[in-house]
């Protein structure tokens, strides 16, 4: 059973750092696309980044620049480097799977994570 598990959230200065892992199990890995969502309180899932089982990404524009996506296929985990966070940053992540294809469009990913939470406060 194909199953994700987000970890790294937490609670960050505006300006810092934190980094978040997907951990995977249950599916070939490395034929899958990987995307990160974020969910702030009262506004609607969206895109942040993704990934491909070769490495090629995308990003939303929002956080180009700032946020890094990366993934281990022998770990069966994906990264996000999140660095220059900025309050409005603050929502649960969501990691979600789909095959082969990368988007940033949440109806499009199947499987999901249960989220964690990031928050950017002073």
């Known amino acids: 059973q194909l199953q994700l598990v987000e970890s790294g959230g937490g609670l960050v200065q505006p300006g810092g750092s934190l980094r978040l892992s997907c951990a995977a199990s249950?599916?070939?890995?490395?034929?899958?696309?990987i995307g990160w969502f974020r969910q702030a309180p009262g506004k609607e899932r969206e895109g942040v980044s993704c990934?491909?089982?070769?490495?090629?990404?995308n990003y939303a524009d929002s956080v180009k620049g700032r946020f890094t996506i990366s993934r281990d296929n022998a770990k069966n985990t994906v990264y996000l480097q999140m660095n220059s966070l900025k309050p409005e940053d603050t929502a649960v992540y969501y990691c979600?799977?789909?095959?082969?294809?990368?988007?940033?469009?949440?109806?499009?990913?199947?499987?999901w994570g249960q989220g964690t939470q990031v928050t950017v406060s002073s």
């Open positions: 990934i491909k089982g070769g490495g090629s990404t």
């Open positions: 249950g599916f070939t890995f490395s034929v899958y696309a």
């Open positions: 979600a799977a789909r095959p082969i294809y990368c988007n940033l469009r949440a109806p499009d990913f199947g499987s």
